[in-house]
């Protein structure tokens, strides 16, 4: 049966080359006629590609794990029709493994003088800004057997914050902090230097907060209430040394970090403090400071989004002065740091008592749940090893930790999951017992 149309004009071309930017004319010219001059004419009528305007909108950032959509506006200046097909570039980064070739990937058609909007749907697996590269668009003519290519540079960027995860702990942690700032009725009371409010002796007070002179003006006994200080300065110290690169689980310790540190200045912005940030190896990474309560996690989230860490040691002098220049003034100092032996040793304890004599220390360190699973393990020879040698790095962190705590700091040591409640809960402690 005699082949007709497209199907004949490729059947007589046969191995001729085709350019992508170019048709080989010398082939073309080799074939009739009649086949050159239809492929001369689908040449022709492909629209061309560097005339067409592009134009981005959409999304410019997006949570960790959640998607984002930028729509990429094509305007066809020219008077021929455009058939093209169109690749939205971005880093690998910006989709899941195994989705950028469908994500990326757009047919449109655009009349002359039009316009017409592909979306392409980012779902980036890694914090920080993802950067659009080139719009690379090839335009077919009708027969579909000629193209023009070329590229467009469309500048956009979509920010890619810390999922906050530990976010679902929030309400439970507000409800406590209402009980400590006396706004829900139970039978324990906040410490603090604020006075509230006389009541009713309760067996279980503190005698020494019985007001003997109010006692003395009526039939029963009266303590003194107080409520929580509030307008405290809170100092969140990131460590992005080296360290903090460390994985746990899927993600390096420095996430887990930031989650913990998320919550607790949501949680302190909540209770009247002031939070500022500071994240700090051998120079400032990052720095925050004097938002209002409304704006501090917003502000948060926005500076932690491009913060990496550098495979550099932590200058800690250098971390201890910042810190003392960014609190003037009695603060709460939350250090999310290390609590590995020989970077405590060496470099946070010589300097730790500028820190403790002016401030209150609070230091919060990501533990590898890895580590207790093998202590525990049994079984082999192999097994008996591994559990002897962790149990050797937990002892060397529980010394660690009591040296601190020696020195009057505060030790929070959790598992990623746990860190950040357990850092909320010493923030409370501290904020009950009157001490920050």
């Known amino acids: 049966m005699p082949l007709t149309g497209r199907a004949a004009l490729l059947a007589a071309i046969g191995s001729v080359p085709i350019g992508i930017w170019e048709p080989s004319w010398t082939g073309i010219l080799a074939v009739d006629g009649p086949i050159a001059l239809a492929c001369a004419c689908d040449f022709a009528l492909a629209a061309p590609v560097r005339r067409l305007v592009l134009n981005r909108t959409g999304d410019t950032s997006a949570r960790l794990g959640e998607s984002a959509d930028v729509t990429l506006t094509v305007t066809n200046p020219s008077g021929r029709t455009l058939r093209a097909r169109l690749r939205d570039g971005w880093p690998p980064s910006s989709w899941q493994s195994g989705t950028e070739t469908e994500a990326s990937r757009h047919r449109l058609t655009v009349p002359p003088g039009e316009r017409r909007r592909v979306t392409t749907r980012l779902r980036p ?19 579909g057997l000629f193209s023009r290519q070329g590229g467009h540079k469309v500048p956009w960027t979509v920010r890619v914050l810390p999922p906050f995860t530990s976010r679902k702990h929030l309400p439970s942690k ?3 902090l209402r009980e400590l700032d006396g706004r829900t009725s139970v039978l ?6 604020e006075f509230d409010s006389l009541r009713e002796y309760i067996p279980g007070d503190d005698t020494r907060s019985i007001d003997w002179r109010a006692t003395a003006r009526q039939s029963t006994v009266a303590v003194r209430t107080w409520r929580p ?9 990131l460590d992005t040394g080296r360290t903090s690169a460390g994985r746990v689980g899927d993600a390096p310790r420095l996430d887990a970090s930031m989650d913990a540190a998320l919550l607790l200045g949501a949680l302190a912005a909540r209770a009247g403090d002031r939070v500022d940030l500071l994240a700090y190896d051998r120079r400032v990474r990052a720095l925050m400071q004097g938002r209002a309560a409304a704006d501090v996690l917003p502000s948060l ?6 913060l990496e860490p550098a ?12 810190a003392l ?7 709460l100092i ?9 970077p405590v040793e060496q470099g946070l304890l010589p300097v730790l008592s500028q820190l403790t004599q002016r401030h209150t220390v609070l230091l919060a360190s990501v533990a590898d749940p890895h580590v207790a699973r093998m202590a525990t393990a049994r079984g082999d020879a192999e097994a008996v090893y591994e559990a002897a040698a962790a149990a050797q790095a937990q002892t060397e962190r529980h010394r660690t930790a009591e040296q601190l705590r020696r020195r009057g700091v505060t030790v929070v040591d959790a598992t990623p999951e746990d860190l950040a409640p357990a850092l909320a809960d010493a923030y409370l402690s501290l904020k009950a017992a009157g001490r920050l």
């Open 229 to 237: 200080e509030r307008d405290r300065h809170i100092l969140l110290v």
């Open 125 to 143: 697996t890694r914090r920080g800004d993802r950067q659009a590269d080139r719009v690379t668009i090839r335009s077919y003519g009708p027969l």
């Open 301 to 306: 989230v926005n500076a932690m989004a491009t």
């Open 334 to 342: 939350v250090l999310l740091t290390t609590l590995d032996a020989a």
């Open 311 to 322: 495979l550099v040691e932590t200058d800690a002098r250098g971390l201890t002065a910042m």
């Open 174 to 176: 507000l409800a406590r």
């Open 188 to 193: 324990t009371r906040g410490e603090g230097t």
């Open 325 to 331: 220049r960014t609190a003037p003034r009695r603060s």
